[in-house]
């Protein structure tokens, strides 16, 4: 689909409850400013099935009337989006005892006039881009295990089997407060943009979903890449999001304004690596009832000291 401003994208998405789910928490909108700019959002809620679908509903939803309604920057515009979705989940947890601890994970990008495009990210949901052929991930997994990662506490081989790979360091929603990781991109004509839950990355590897990026339209990669989910097995929602920029897009070949990331660890940029350390063979998760739950939002302080524990564990299992 396309609106009214912008007419150099095409969009197209794709959600699915996979095979193995009763409720599909994923949720994901795309919407549009009075200035024509646009934003495009992913969810995916935890919390047991009532809380993770009730606070990834609420964080899409806030989030778009923020953005339609904002006279802000695109950076300053999405950013508060997201600060607003989690004031309105914290609320409404806080409120009924039933949907208490509920949260959800956001990728969003927000396009505007000129090739200025900003991505918010908050969780394990993420973000790529395929330029010239080469896919990247514009997000970092805000995850456990991807932390212990880049901090040198295990290997990545290590990462793709570890019992915690799924726990989250930030989430929407779960605290009074959250912070916002945010970054600039400058969009280039023939760029194809993915945003998605866990539920693809966690299972399609990035050779495949390159290949389906390159040879199909936005609505068809989408529900393609969905089918490949759950043709492995279907083990969680599945939610994917395409955007191609057209090869004639009125813009300039500008860098990047914040290059793509390097590593080799889960959630980590040039790298064939499964979301947050799984490989597609891995067994299917726990229970969809207790996997959301195990989920945790984790302060700074406790995730030191977790990581810190991580490493002397290390020492005495090798020494």
């Known amino acids: 689909m396309s609106g009214n401003g912008l007419q150099w994208i095409e969009t197209g998405s794709e959600s699915h409850v996979g095979l193995v789910r009763s409720v599909n928490q994923d949720r994901y909108a795309e919407f549009e400013d009075g200035r024509g700019n646009r934003l495009l959002v992913v969810a995916d809620g935890m919390g047991g099935h009532r809380g993770g679908e009730t606070a990834s509903r609420l964080a899409v939803e806030a989030m778009g009337e923020v953005f339609e309604r904002s006279e802000e920057s695109l950076e300053q515009a999405i950013r508060s989006a997201v600060e607003t979705a989690n004031e309105r989940i914290y609320e409404c947890a806080g409120a009924d005892p039933e949907l208490a601890g509920m949260?959800?994970?956001?990728?969003?990008?927000?396009?505007?006039?000129?090739?200025?495009?900003?991505?918010?990210?908050?969780?394990?949901?993420?973000?790529?881009?395929?330029?010239?052929?080469?896919?990247?991930?514009?997000?970092a997994d805000h995850s456990l295990v991807a932390e212990m990662h880049r901090q040198g506490f295990i290997t990545a081989e290590e990462a793709q089997v570890h019992p915690r790979r799924n726990e989250l360091t930030r989430s929407v929603g779960v605290a009074a407060g959250v912070e916002v990781e945010i970054s600039g991109v400058a969009v280039r004509p023939g760029d194809r943009f993915l945003l998605c839950s866990d539920g693809l990355c966690g299972y399609v590897g990035d050779d495949e979903i390159r290949q389906v990026l390159e040879s199909?339209?936005?609505?068809?990669?989408?529900?393609?890449?969905?089918?490949?989910?759950?043709?492995?097995?279907?083990?969680?929602?599945?939610?994917?999001?395409?955007?191609?920029?057209?090869?004639?897009?009125?813009?300039?070949?500008?860098?990047?304004?914040?290059?793509?990331?390097?590593?080799?660890?889960?959630?980590?940029?040039?790298?064939?690596?499964?979301?947050?350390?799984?490989?597609?063979?891995?067994?299917?998760?726990?229970?969809?009832?207790?996997?959301?739950?195990?989920?945790?939002?984790?302060?700074?302080?406790?995730?030191?000291?977790?990581?810190?524990?991580?490493?002397?564990?290390?020492?005495?299992?090798?020494?």
């Open 103 to 139: 949260g959800t994970t956001v990728v969003a990008l927000a396009l505007g006039e000129g090739g200025e495009a900003w991505v918010a990210h908050v969780g394990d949901s993420r973000l790529y881009l395929l330029r010239e052929g080469r896919l990247d991930a514009l997000t």
């Open 216 to 319: 199909e339209p936005p609505l068809g990669a989408a529900r393609i890449l969905v089918d490949c989910a759950n043709a492995k097995g279907g083990h969680d929602n599945v939610t994917a999001q395409v955007v191609a920029i057209a090869e004639d897009a009125p813009l300039e070949a500008a860098p990047l304004e914040a290059p793509p990331l390097e590593g080799d660890g889960p959630g980590e940029s040039g790298k064939s690596v499964p979301s947050k350390g799984r490989a597609p063979t891995d067994p299917p998760d726990p229970a969809p009832a207790t996997r959301g739950i195990s989920r945790l939002a984790l302060t700074g302080s406790v995730l030191a000291g977790l990581l810190a524990a991580a490493a002397a564990l290390w020492v005495l299992l090798r020494g």
